[in-house]
C-alpha cells in the first residue's frame, strides 16, 4: 500500500482550496469528512493523523531582516463576509478549524511580525469579541463591513493609524498564510507602491461567449491567481478608491483599485498552501495540512 500525503496530493491537485466548522460542526462533522475523503481521496490512501496538541503553542516569528520599518504596517483583516457556500449557521471565518476559528490563525499570526504595527478587524459586532478576547501585543480597533467588500475594506483602512506606511489587505478565510511570503509582499509593497501575493494559475482557463460557447484559451504562462495580504501605501489606495467611487466601478480585489489608475502592481509569488476556506472540502485539506505543516500552525 502507498502513503501519500495530503501536501502532495493538494499538490498534485488543479484546483487546491480551503475549509472549516462549530454547532455545525457537532452535526455535520462526519458527513462532512465522508464527503471530502470522497471527494479528494478517491482510492487507496493512507493519511497520517498526528498528535495536535500543541498546534496553537504561541511563538514569536523568528527574526528576519526586513527593508519594511517596524510598526509601519496596518494590517485590515476582513472578517465581515457571510460564507454561503460553507453551509454553516454561522460565517465560515468564525468555524473552529482544530478548535480554533479559522479568523483567529491570521489575527494570531500577523501579531508575531515587528512590521505590523496594529491590526483593524472589520467585522459584525457580534463576533468582536472573537478577537478583542485575544491575547495578543498589537493593538486592535474594530470598524463594520459594508454592502460591498471593497466598502469593508474602505471602513477598514479608513481606522488605520496616520503613521501608517503600508495597509496590508487580508483575508480571514485564509488561515494558512506563511508569514515568510507575507513578509516579501510588505517588501514588495514598500518598493514599488502596490504588491499582492499570487501563484500561477494551473488550470487551463478558456474565455467564453455569451451563448456559453467557446471564444479562445488564455495563456496560462500569463495568468496568476490573486490570493492576499494585498499591500499598498495608504496614498495609493485613497487615490484609487476615489477614482473607483468617482466612476461608479465595482472591483473584487484590493489590488484592483491601483490597476484602475494605471499604476504598477508588484506579484509576489506565495504558495497553494495559502487556500481560502469556503467549503468543506476545503475545511478537510486545511485540517491535514495543519497536522503535517508545522510551519502553518496557528501561533
Not at 495536535?52 to 523568528?62: D, I, L
Not at 489575527?107 to 467585522?123: D, S
Not at 488550470?203 to 479562445?216: F, M, R, V
Request: net charge positive.
Amino acid at each position: 500500500m502507498t502513503t501519500t500525503t495530503t501536501m502532495e496530493c493538494l499538490l498534485r491537485s488543479q484546483q487546491p482550496r480551503c475549509a472549516t466548522s462549530l454547532s455545525f460542526a457537532a452535526a455535520a462533522k462526519g458527513s462532512l469528512r465522508k464527503r471530502a475523503s470522497n471527494v479528494l481521496f478517491k482510492g487507496t490512501i493512507g493519511i497520517r493523523r498526528r498528535n495536535h496538541r500543541h498546534r496553537c503553542a504561541r511563538a514569536k516569528s523568528a527574526p528576519t531582516t526586513s527593508v519594511v520599518e517596524p510598526s509601519s504596517v496596518t494590517l485590515v483583516l476582513l472578517a465581515g463576509g457571510v460564507g454561503k457556500r460553507m453551509g454553516a449557521n454561522m460565517p465560515k471565518q468564525y468555524l473552529p478549524l482544530l478548535d480554533v476559528p479559522i479568523a483567529v490563525y491570521s489575527l494570531r499570526k500577523f501579531a508575531t511580525m515587528e512590521e505590523v504595527g496594529e491590526i483593524v478587524v472589520v467585522c459584525n459586532e457580534d463576533y468582536d469579541e472573537v478577537f478583542t478576547k485575544e491575547k495578543i501585543e498589537k493593538p486592535i480597533s474594530i470598524a463594520r463591513p459594508g454592502a460591498e467588500r471593497q466598502d469593508s475594506v474602505f471602513n477598514g483602512i479608513s481606522k488605520a493609524r496616520k503613521e501608517a506606511k503600508l495597509l496590508a489587505i487580508h483575508d480571514s478565510a485564509r488561515p494558512l498564510t506563511d508569514l515568510d511570503d507575507a513578509r516579501r509582499c510588505f517588501e514588495d509593497g514598500a518598493k514599488h507602491g502596490a504588491a499582492v501575493l499570487a501563484v500561477k494559475c494551473k488550470a487551463t482557463i478558456k474565455q467564453a461567449n455569451e451563448d456559453g460557447s467557446i471564444d479562445k484559451t488564455l495563456d496560462r504562462n500569463l495568468l496568476w491567481e490573486m490570493q492576499t495580504p494585498q499591500v499598498i501605501e495608504p496614498n495609493l489606495l485613497k487615490e484609487g478608491f476615489q477614482f473607483v467611487k468617482e466612476n461608479g466601478l465595482e472591483v473584487t480585489d484590493d489590488v484592483s483599485v491601483v490597476e484602475h489608475l494605471g499604476k504598477r502592481v508588484q506579484i509576489t509569488e506565495g504558495s497553494y498552501y495559502n487556500i481560502k476556506v469556503t467549503t468543506p472540502e476545503d475545511m478537510f485539506i486545511a485540517e491535514r495540512l495543519l497536522n503535517e505543516e508545522p510551519k502553518l500552525r496557528c501561533v
